[in-house]
């Protein structure tokens, strides 16, 4: 999700580089720290970065579940020559279509530049 998450950062225009950190304790469903690092190519302050991370994204672990949609059974090709770096696009398991590669998706670039107001 961290990646995912630096992915549409980038893709927003809101820096060059991006790393996310997401901490989590047992037994609480929110991360206890969202920590944005843009090694000095940000457009805007990495603390308004991560809050506006928060305020967009569920970063409780079902919400990941289901943005993500990993419960979708796209074990082939999710198998072969790796999970990273790979398109988006889907897969047909037993007659139904199910989207692959969803933690490479940009989709929430627009989310993140219009909250930026940049």
Known sequence: MARYIAKNIVAAGL???C??????AI?????????????GSGKIDEKKISDI???????KPRGI????QLLNP????????????????KVKVDGKVYDTFTW???DLAATFRKAAGV
């Open 104 to 106: 490479e998706k940009t």
């Open 53 to 59: 991370v928060v305020k967009h994204v569920d970063l």
């Open 65 to 68: 579940i289901n943005h993500l």
């Open 19 to 24: 790393e996310v950190q997401l901490a989590y």
């Open 74 to 89: 796209i074990f082939r090709p999710t198998s072969s020559h790796g999970h990273f770096g790979r398109k988006p696009g």
């Open 15 to 17: 820096a060059d580089e």
């Open 27 to 39: 037994g609480i469903a929110e991360p206890v720290s969202v920590f944005v690092d843009t090694f």
